[in-house]
T-cell receptor
Framework: SQTIHQWPATLVQPVGSPLSLECTVE??????LYWYRQAAGRGLQLLFY??????ISSEVPQNLSASRPQDRQFILSSKKLLLSDSGFYLC????????????FGPGTRLLVL | DAKTTQPTSMDCAEGRAANLPCNHS???????VYWYRQIHSQGPQYIIH???NNETNEMASLIITEDRKSSTLILPHATLRDTAVYYC??????????????FGAGTTVTVRA
């Protein structure tokens, strides 16, 4: 069966510091991968998605970037965090074939102070 | 632009069926109805999806009206662990390149003993 991992689970970072969040998927190959953010009390916002290694699409302009160095690894980064980057970051995967269902990881809660 | 409308909150009794309504009056012919839920501080969990036929799995049943303008998610025997925010989402079929899942505010379901 497929599993999705995210780490760290929680993170407190100062404004202006860099960020790297990692997501890995097991038990599937060539998945679609997604990064979403959920601000406090808000719905989920799609940030990036990837249909293959090195292929990244950005949904909204922002202070973040994403990379996919391996088939089942998706990384969310920032060079300098802003207060507004605080939130709950969720990685998801989908089969990329047929009518796709997206499955979410446990999330990383980021607090920028 | 909200594609779905759900009640803000609802209570249900433990052991009873929970019926969660969703209106999607502008749904188009190739769009699917998806349901997810999010338990506090966790990533969203996929429940079920359908196009026009009723669907059932180990978690729930999905009833879609004949005109597809509304649907109902049924949790047959609610338990305390079903307390969560439930999201009804309309999503294009797999021939679309629109990968985004648009989460609205959802319905906060509280199961009471």
């Amino acid at each position: 069966s497929q599993t999705i991992h995210q780490w760290p689970a929680t993170l407190v970072q100062p404004v202006g510091s860099p960020l790297s969040l990692e997501c890995t998927v097991e038990g599937t190959s060539n998945p679609n991968l997604y990064w979403y953010r959920q601000a406090a009390g808000r719905g989920l916002q799609l940030l990036f998605y990837s249909v293959g290694i090195g292929q990244i699409s950005s949904e909204v302009p922002q202070n973040l970037s994403a990379s996919r160095p391996q088939d089942r690894q998706f990384i969310l980064s920032s060079k300098k965090l802003l207060l507004s980057d605080s939130g709950f970051y969720l990685c998801a995967w989908g089969t990329g074939r047929g009518q796709e269902t997206q499955y979410f990881g446990p999330g990383t809660r980021l607090l920028v102070l | 632009d909200a594609k779905t409308t759900q009640p803000t909150s609802m209570d249900c009794a433990e052991g009873r069926a929970a019926n969660l309504p969703c209106n999607h009056s502008t749904i188009s012919g190739n769009e699917y109805v998806y349901w997810y839920r999010q338990i506090h501080s966790q990533g969203p969990q996929y429940i079920i999806h359908g196009l026009k036929n009723n669907e059932t799995n180990e978690m729930a049943s999905l009833i879609i009206t004949e005109d597809r303008k509304s649907s109902t998610l049924i949790l047959p025997h609610a338990t305390l662990r079903d307390t969560a925010v439930y999201y009804c989402i309309v999503r294009p079929g797999f021939l679309s390149n629109d990968y985004k899942l648009s989460f609205g505010a959802g319905t906060t379901v509280t199961v009471r003993a």
